[in-house]
C-alpha cells in the first residue's frame, strides 16, 4: 500500500535561518507531488506542484523554494526564514492514472514557528 | 480561473440533526469535486468525489453530496449528525490541466453539540 511521510512534524526557527522539509512516498512510482500551506488552521494554498523528477512549478512568488531530486522525494525550502513563513505545511501525492479525477493523499503536516 | 467557495466559515448543529456544509464552485470545462476532512494538527483526508454520472454520490462516515451543475454547487449532507464529526471540513476542485491541481475552498468548521 502506499504511504506519505512527512518529517520534522514540528520545527521552531529564528527569523532568517535556513529550512528544509522533506516529504517521501513509498509504494507508488511517478506520483504528482504537490506543497500546500494552511495558515491559521484555515484554508490550504498551493505552493509548489512536481509532475516529474526536476520538474518544479510555483503557484505563488514567495520566500520558499521546492525541489524533486528522486521521483518520490519532494523537498520545501528556504534560504532566510520570514516570519511570514510561519504556518502547517503539507505534502499531497496523487496517482497519474485518472490524472485529475484521483483523490490526493496527504501527509501529517510539519508545523513551522518562525520566531 | 477556478476556484472554490464556502460560505459558512462554521455550521454548528445538535446532534442527531441533519447538517450541510455548503459549497460552490467556478471552473472552465467539467470539473472534478471534492470533500476532505481535518481533524485537528493533522493532514486532510478524502470523504467522497464528484466524477461523472449520478449527482448524489456516497462516502465515507455516512456523508453524502449532491452535484447540481445549474447552480455550481457541491453541498455535503448527512442525515444524523455525531459529535465525532465536529472538524474542518474542506471542498476542493481539481481539472485535467496544469499538474491535475487542485484548488481548496477556505474551509467550514463543524460543531456538533451533544
Known amino acids: 500500500s502506499q504511504t506519505i511521510h512527512q518529517w520534522p512534524a514540528t520545527l521552531v526557527q529564528p527569523v532568517g535561518s535556513p529550512l528544509s522539509l522533506e516529504c517521501t512516498v513509498e509504494?507508488?512510482?511517478?506520483?504528482?507531488l504537490y506543497w500546500y500551506r494552511q495558515a491559521a488552521g484555515r484554508g490550504l494554498q498551493l505552493l509548489f506542484y512536481?509532475?516529474?523528477?526536476?520538474?518544479i512549478s510555483s503557484e505563488v512568488p514567495q520566500n520558499l523554494s521546492a525541489s524533486r531530486p528522486q521521483d518520490r522525494q519532494f523537498i520545501l525550502s528556504s534560504k532566510k526564514l520570514l516570519l511570514s513563513d510561519s504556518g502547517f505545511y503539507l505534502c499531497?501525492?496523487?496517482?497519474?492514472?485518472?490524472?485529475?479525477?484521483?483523490?490526493?493523499?496527504f501527509g501529517a503536516g510539519s508545523r513551522l514557528t518562525v520566531l | 480561473a477556478q476556484s472554490v467557495a464556502q460560505p459558512e466559515d462554521q455550521v454548528n448543529v445538535a446532534e442527531g440533526n441533519p447538517l450541510t456544509v455548503k459549497c460552490t464552485y467556478s471552473?472552465?470545462?467539467?470539473?472534478?469535486l471534492f470533500w476532505y476532512v481535518q481533524y485537528p494538527n493533522r493532514g486532510l483526508q478524502f470523504l467522497l468525489k464528484y466524477i461523472t454520472g449520478d449527482n448524489l454520490v456516497k462516502g465515507s462516515y455516512g456523508f453524502e453530496a449532491e452535484f447540481n451543475k445549474s447552480q455550481t454547487s457541491f453541498h455535503l449532507k448527512k442525515p444524523s449528525a455525531l459529535v465525532s464529526d465536529s472538524a474542518l471540513y474542506f471542498c476542493?476542485?481539481?481539472?485535467?490541466?496544469?499538474?491535475?491541481?487542485?484548488?481548496f475552498g477556505a474551509g467550514t468548521r463543524l460543531f456538533v453539540k451533544a
Open positions: 512536481s509532475v516529474g523528477i526536476g520538474q
Open positions: 509504494g507508488t512510482s511517478n506520483p504528482n
Open positions: 476542493a476542485v481539481s481539472l485535467d490541466t496544469g499538474g491535475f491541481k487542485t484548488i
Open positions: 471552473v472552465s470545462g467539467n470539473p472534478y
Open positions: 499531497a501525492w496523487r496517482g497519474r492514472q485518472l490524472s485529475g479525477a484521483n483523490v490526493l493523499t
